[in-house]
């Protein structure tokens, strides 16, 4: 593969990302962006995580996490836990609103996904699904 090809191929990778990003935002009306959404869905599969857990599980930033983490305390869609064996330690736990907020979420990317991968094959679509799949192995 040319040098070129490469960067081209990253270049349009990223343009269907922030694409899918711009259109997640404007249709999604909760303020809350991607990153909030996939913390709570972190904690609706794996239940009280500490922070640093959930940043390394998502690859984000400590600091990004605890600025995503304060606002969905402050939303009342996840809360902070003390552990009772050690006080230093704190976790983050969703609340029910938050489940809700995760199964809204998830019913908006539904209709999101339909508009974006309905003008592929179902053929397209897995074929995408491996060749990202494979990729993430990789990198």
Do not use: C
């Amino acid at each position: 593969m040319k040098e070129q090809t490469i960067f081209e191929l990253i270049h349009s990778m990223d343009q269907v990302t922030n694409n899918l990003i711009i259109q997640w935002n404007k249709q999604f009306k909760e303020n809350l962006g991607i990153s909030h959404i996939l913390v709570l869905g972190h904690l609706k599969r794996n239940g009280k995580s500490r922070p640093s857990d959930i940043a390394k599980a998502l690859g984000l930033t400590p600091p990004s996490l605890t600025h995503l983490s304060e606002k969905l305390v402050q939303r009342k869609l996840a809360v902070r836990l003390v552990d009772e064996n050690d006080r230093r330690i704190i976790y983050l736990a969703i609340t029910d609103d938050g489940i809700e907020m995760v199964k809204k979420a998830h019913n908006e990317g539904k209709a999101l996904r339909g508009s974006l991968f309905d003008r592929l094959t179902e053929q397209e679509v897995q074929q995408l699904l491996v060749i990202y799949e494979k990729l993430n192995r990789f990198v």
